[in-house]
C-alpha cells in the first residue's frame, strides 16, 4: 500500500527543480501511507508531476519502486494498491516478448496498459487500487479508481493545476494552496456522518468515483467515464439469477470467497487477520486456514465494559481454528487519547465513531504484520444490516399501520426500551436496543420507504437547518428513479449501501484508520466477482426468516459450530454516550458552547445546544448526531475554518 500525490500544471511555468520540489512535498504529507521509501517524477516541458510513497509488500527491492516507467518508456504511474490477478497476466505479457525487472504487481500493471491499453487493463484487474497514469506520447494523464472504492483518490483544479492525492492533505503542500470550505457538503455531511462522493469538504476538489477514470489532456480538458459500474452489476445479476439448490449456492460461494481469500494471502511481508468472532471475519479466517500452508495469525481489541467487547467471542473462534492470536484489552483513556488525533487521520470531518476502535486495532496489529485481511462489505452485498430487516418488514406493510407502529414505539423511551430488553436472554439482547426502536418509529413515521431509508441513516434530519447558507446535495438517497431499476425494496437498500455508506464510510474509516500506521487492509469480500456474484443470488439466499447473510452463515457453519459464531449484531462501537456525559464532556462542552458553535457564522447553535442539553439530561441518547458537529468542530478550528 502507498500513498500518491501529483499534478499536471497547465501553463507549464515552473522548471523540472520546482516541480520536483512540489511533488515530493506533497508525496512527504503521505509518509505515513508509505514510510519505506519516496520518490518523484517530472517532465517540466509538459508540466507533469508525480510523487509516491512506499509500503513495500511485494518485490521489496528498488524493481518496485515508483513512479515507475514502462519499458517502452511511454508510459509512467504511480499506484496505490494491490492486483492479486498479476500473477495471471504476467505469463500472457511473457509470452508476447515482455522480459520483467522484478515481480512487483506495479511493473505487471504499467507493461499491460503498454502492450493492451488502460481499458482493456482495466478488465483483467482483480483487487484494490488507486493510480495516475502519465502517457508521454499523448500527453495524458488519466486518473482512477478500483471499482468498489476501497483505496481512496481526490482531484480537482487549483490555480491552474490539476491536482491528485491520496488524501487531502497533500494538497496543504502546494504553494498556493487556499482551500474553500464547501456549506453544502457540510450539510451532507451532518446528514451522514461523512462528505458524500463525489463531494469534498473543499470546494473545486472531488473524489474520484468508483469504478471510474478521469482523463486529462494537456490543455487541462477532463473527460470522466465508467469502467464498472454497480447499477450494471445489479440490474445484469437480476436480469440472469442464478437458480439453484441452496447445497449448490453454497458452494459456489465458499470457492469463489476461498480463492478471493487466497489471492489476498500473496505477500512478501508477515500477513495477519482482524478477527472479531463475527460472521464476516470468521468466515475470512475460515478461508485463510483453509487456504494458507503457514499458520493464521488473528488479532482483536476488547473493551471492559461488557456491551462493547467482542474479544471473547473472537477468542473463542481463534481458538477452534487453531489461530495465532492476539488480543489487547483498550482502556477507556487509551481510547479517548485517540480522538485529538481523528481530525488530521482523516482530514475531512468523518464520524463514524468506530473510528476510535478501527484505529485501536490497526496500531495492534501493525506491531505484528504488515498486511491484515478484514471481514468488510458482508453486511452490503448479504443484507446484515438492521436496516434491511426494517425493509423487508416496511415492503409488506400498509402506511397507516406504519404511522400507527411509530407511535406507538415513541411512547416509550429509549430508557424504558432497554429495560425491556435487559429481560432478555444476552445472546437474544438487541444492541443499543433502545436506540434502534425510536430509529425504527423514526422509519415508520416516513411512510414512504425512500424517505425510511433516510432516517434509518440520518445523524441529522435536517441538516439544512443546522448549516446556514449551505444546501444539502441531493445524491443518491434521494433518487427516486432507483425504484423502476431494482423494483425490490431489499435491492434498493442494498444497493444505496453499497454505493455510498460503504466506500465513502466503511471504506474510507478502514483505510485512514490502517494506514496512519503503515498497514494494509485486504478485503476479500468484496472481490468484484463475489459482488457480481451476489446480485444473482436470489434475495432468498441473503435472509430468511428475518435473518441477514444466509448463504455467508452457511459457509461458515461448515467450518464453526454454529452456537460459536450466532449473537446478535453489535457492531465495532465504543461507548460514545456515556463519555460524553462523563469524561469527554469538558472537551465536548468547549467545541460545543454557543460562542464557538457561531464562529465564522457556519452552524447555528439552537438545535445542537438543544440535543447537547437532551443527552446531558438522558432524555434521549443523542451521541451520533452530536458526534457529527464535535468532529467538524475539532476539525475546522486548527484550520482556521
Same mark, same amino acid.
Not at 561 to 577: D, H, M, N, S, Y
Given at each position: 500500500m502507498c500513498g500518491i500525490a501529483g499534478f499536471l500544471e497547465l501553463e507549464r511555468r515552473s522548471g523540472t527543480q520546482a516541480l520536483e520540489a512540489i511533488a515530493d512535498a506533497m508525496a512527504a504529507t503521505l509518509a505515513h501511507r508509505g514510510p519505506d521509501a519516496r520518490g518523484v517524477f517530472v517532465d517540466a516541458e509538459a508540466g507533469i508531476a508525480l510523487g509516491h510513497t512506499r509500503l513495500s509488500i511485494i518485490d521489496l527491492s528498488p524493481a518496485g519502486a515508483q513512479p515507475m516507467v514502462s519499458a517502452n518508456g511511454r508510459y509512467v504511474i504511480a499506484y496505490n494498491g494491490e492486483v492479486y490477478s498479476a500473477n495471471?497476466?504476467?505469463?500472457?505479457?511473457?509470452?508476447?516478448?515482455?522480459?520483467?525487472?522484478?515481480?512487483?504487481?506495479?511493473?505487471?500493471?504499467? $507493461? !499491460?496498459?503498454?502492450? &493492451?491499453?488502460?481499458?482493456?487493463?482495466? #478488465?483483467? @484487474?482483480?483487487?484494490?487500487?488507486a493510480f495516475a497514469l502519465w502517457d508521454r506520447k499523448e500527453r495524458r494523464l488519466s486518473l482512477v479508481r478500483d471499482r468498489l472504492g476501497?483505496?481512496?483518490?481526490?482531484?480537482?483544479?487549483?490555480?491552474?493545476?490539476?491536482?491528485?492525492?491520496?488524501?487531502?492533505?497533500?494538497? $496543504? !503542500?502546494?504553494?498556493? &494552496?487556499?482551500?474553500?470550505?464547501?456549506? #453544502?457538503? @457540510?450539510?451532507?455531511?451532518?446528514?451522514?456522518?461523512?462528505?458524500?462522493?463525489?463531494h469534498s469538504i473543499y470546494r473545486d476538489i472531488d473524489k474520484l468515483a468508483p469504478g471510474h477514470v478521469v482523463t486529462i489532456d494537456e490543455q487541462g480538458k477532463s473527460e470522466a467515464s465508467a469502467y464498472w459500474s454497480l447499477m450494471d452489476a445489479a440490474r445484469q445479476g437480476r436480469e440472469a439469477p442464478l437458480e439453484v439448490g441452496d447445497g449448490q449456492a453454497v458452494n459456489i460461494f465458499e470457492t469463489l470467497l476461498g480463492d478471493a481469500v487466497e489471492r489476498r494471502l500473496v505477500s512478501d511481508v508477515?500477513?495477519?487477520a482482524f478477527l472479531s468472532g463475527g460472521i464476516d471475519s470468521s468466515a475470512v479466517a475460515a478461508?485463510?486456514?483453509?487456504r494458507s500452508n503457514t499458520a493464521v495469525r488473528t488479532y482483536s481489541i476488547g473493551f471492559d465494559e461488557d456491551?462493547?467487547?467482542?474479544?471473547?467471542?473472537?477468542?473463542?473462534?481463534?481458538?477452534?481454528?487453531?489461530?495465532?492470536?492476539?488480543?489487547l484489552y483498550v482502556t477507556p483513556r487509551e481510547a479517548q487519547d485517540v480522538i485529538p488525533e481523528l481530525p488530521m487521520i482523516y482530514d475531512e470531518p468523518f464520524a463514524d465513531s468506530s473510528q476510535v476502535p478501527?484505529?485501536?486495532?490497526?496500531?495492534?496489529?501493525?506491531?505484528?504484520?504488515?498486511?491484515?485481511?478484514?471481514?468488510?462489505?458482508?453486511?452490503?452485498?448479504?443484507?446484515?444490516?438492521?436496516?434491511?430487516?426494517?425493509?423487508?418488514?416496511?415492503?409488506n406493510m400498509p402506511e397507516s399501520l406504519g404511522r400507527g407502529l411509530a407511535c406507538g414505539l415513541g411512547l416509550a423511551g429509549p430508557a424504558l426500551w432497554d429495560r425491556l430488553f435487559d429481560l432478555f436472554p444476552a445472546r437474544k439482547r438487541p444492541w443499543l436496543g433502545g436506540d434502534k426502536m425510536l430509529k425504527a418509529a423514526a422509519m415508520f413515521q416516513q411512510g414512504g420507504e425512500a424517505g425510511a431509508y433516510r432516517s434509518l441513516v440520518s445523524a441529522w434530519d435536517e441538516p439544512g437547518a443546522i448549516v446556514r447558507q449551505g444546501r444539502e446535495l441531493k445524491g443518491p438517497i434521494f433518487d427516486g428513479s432507483l425504484a423502476k431499476a431494482l423494483p425490490d425494496g431489499l435491492d434498493r437498500m442494498q444497493y444505496l449501501d453499497t454505493l455510498t455508506y460503504l466506500p465513502d464510510d466503511i471504506l474510507t474509516k478502514v483505510d485512514r484508520a490502517s494506514m496512519a500506521v503503515a498497514l494494509e487492509v485486504r478485503v476479500p469480500i468484496l472481490d468484484h466477482r463475489l459482488v457480481e456474484?451476489?446480485?444473482?443470488?436470489?434475495?432468498?439466499?441473503?435472509?430468511?426468516?428475518g435473518q441477514g447473510k444466509w448463504l455467508l452463515r452457511q459457509v461458515l457453519y461448515?467450518?464453526?459450530?454454529?452456537?460459536?459464531?450466532?449473537?446478535?449484531?453489535?457492531?465495532?462501537?465504543?461507548?460514545?454516550?456515556s463519555w460524553l456525559k462523563g469524561p469527554l464532556r469538558p472537551w465536548a462542552e468547549e467545541l460545543l458552547s454557543e460562542k464557538r458553535l457561531a464562529a465564522g457564522g457556519l452552524l447555528n447553535p439552537a438545535p445542537i445546544r438543544a440535543r447537547w442539553r437532551e443527552h446531558l439530561e438522558g432524555r434521549r441518547n443523542w451521541h451520533s448526531p452530536l458526534w457529527t458537529v464535535l468532529m467538524f468542530q475539532a476539525w475546522r478550528e486548527p484550520r482556521g475554518i
Open positions: 495471471e497476466i504476467r505469463p500472457e505479457l511473457e509470452a508476447l516478448g515482455h522480459r520483467f525487472r522484478g515481480h512487483s504487481d506495479t511493473e505487471v500493471m504499467v $507493461e !499491460a496498459i503498454a502492450e &493492451w491499453g488502460l481499458r482493456p487493463t482495466l #478488465d483483467r @484487474l482483480i483487487g484494490m487500487f476501497i483505496k481512496p483518490l481526490y482531484w480537482g483544479r487549483q490555480n491552474g493545476r490539476v491536482v491528485f492525492a491520496s488524501e487531502l492533505k497533500a494538497f $496543504e !503542500a502546494l504553494p498556493d &494552496w487556499q482551500p474553500k470550505l464547501n456549506p #453544502d457538503a @457540510l450539510a451532507s455531511y451532518l446528514r451522514l456522518s461523512y462528505v458524500p462522493s463525489p508477515p500477513l495477519g478461508m485463510m486456514r483453509a456491551r462493547y467487547d467482542e474479544a471473547p467471542h473472537a477468542k473463542a473462534v481463534a481458538e477452534h481454528f487453531g489461530t495465532e492470536h492476539t488480543e478501527t484505529y485501536l486495532l490497526s496500531k495492534l496489529t501493525r506491531q505484528h504484520v504488515t498486511v491484515a485481511l478484514s471481514g468488510d462489505g458482508g453486511d452490503e452485498l448479504f443484507a446484515g444490516y438492521t436496516r434491511h430487516r426494517f425493509a423487508r418488514a416496511l415492503a456474484l451476489s446480485w444473482r443470488l436470489p434475495s432468498r439466499f441473503k435472509m430468511r426468516r461448515r467450518h464453526v459450530p454454529k452456537q460459536l459464531v450466532e449473537r446478535p449484531k453489535t457492531g465495532f462501537a465504543i461507548p460514545i454516550g
